[in-house]
């Protein structure tokens, strides 16, 4: 089904049956996303007196029991909730709806060049994602939806690379480049990486913090300038999703938590009239 909305000053039609979907398939039988030491997400039969939970075993439905760890275990949303001592639920705080977006790509700068304050110092084989990547990248657009609420950011060219990636320090944000997305309005930030931070920072998810507008240090949820923000990590972005602007719907289960496993789905804006 193809609608005709208003995004910013333009007019659009966007195609409502054939979105592009960032999420990472979660498998219980073959190799899913694990990270942080997390144990990989499992599914097996519910079991009760009289009933084994499996067809193949006699009971009369499958039933299954699922444990995971959203912040390990595949594409998840997260919320200022994951660093306060008061609870936010990611899903309450989710937009509905579609939210102009835009696609970025970029290669991560190597520690030696990426320059900056991260703290803990970047070690040398870090590689970074700074402001003057996403500077560049963003110019690229010639066209760009006003206001861009969402910032998708593609780091890695094939998708083999992105399922596969579990060992070593994978890129991440500098605090200077969080700044900078936040600077430009960006509410919900989407990557294919487990954390916008170091996986070993000392705990001072720097990138987290500005993001969310959360001095470092502080623990209370009243504190978070920005609330409102959502960060989905692990998301996977097709090669064939071509770098530009989109409209982001956020899929997520109302389960409460500062992180959901989520789905989040691009749509192509396929015609524009001023």
Not at 92 to 100: C, E, H, T, Y
Not at 202 to 224: C, I, M, S, T, Y
């Amino acid at each position: 089904m193809k609608a005709r909305i208003r995004a910013g000053t333009r007019e659009c039609v966007v195609d409502l049956d054939r979105p592009v979907s960032l999420a990472t398939e979660m498998s219980f039988t073959g190799q899913s996303p694990s990270h942080f030491g997390a144990p990989a997400a499992r599914s097996h039969a519910l079991l009760l007196p009289g009933f084994s939970g499996s067809i193949a075993t006699g009971a009369s439905c499958n039933c299954s029991t699922i444990t995971l760890t959203p912040h390990c275990n595949g594409t998840h949303t997260e919320c200022a909730g994951h660093l306060t001592l008061q609870p936010l639920d990611a899903f309450r705080i989710v937009p509905l709806g579609l939210v102009p977006a835009l696609l970025l790509t970029v290669a991560p700068d190597s520690a030696a060049c990426a320059g900056g304050t991260s703290m803990p110092p970047p070690r040398t084989h870090d590689r970074l994602i700074t402001p003057r990547l996403l500077a560049a990248a963003w110019s690229a657009q010639t066209r760009v939806l006003a206001p861009v609420r969402a910032l998708v950011i593609r780091t890695l060219p094939n998708p083999q690379g992105k399922l596969e990636r579990t060992e070593g320090v994978p890129p991440y944000l500098s605090p200077e480049a969080a700044l900078w997305i936040v600077e430009r309005g960006i509410e919900h930030l989407i990557v294919d990486l487990p954390s916008i931070d170091r996986i070993e920072d000392a705990g001072r998810l720097a990138a987290h913090r500005v993001f969310f507008g959360l001095p470092a240090g502080a623990r209370e949820l009243d504190q978070a300038r920005r609330a409102q923000c959502t960060i989905t990590e692990l998301a996977y972005v097709p090669d064939a999703a071509a770098d530009g602007e989109y409209l982001l719907e956020l899929q997520v289960p109302a389960i409460c938590g500062d992180a959901v496993p989520s789905r989040p789905l691009l749509y192509t804006l396929e015609g524009q009239s001023p």
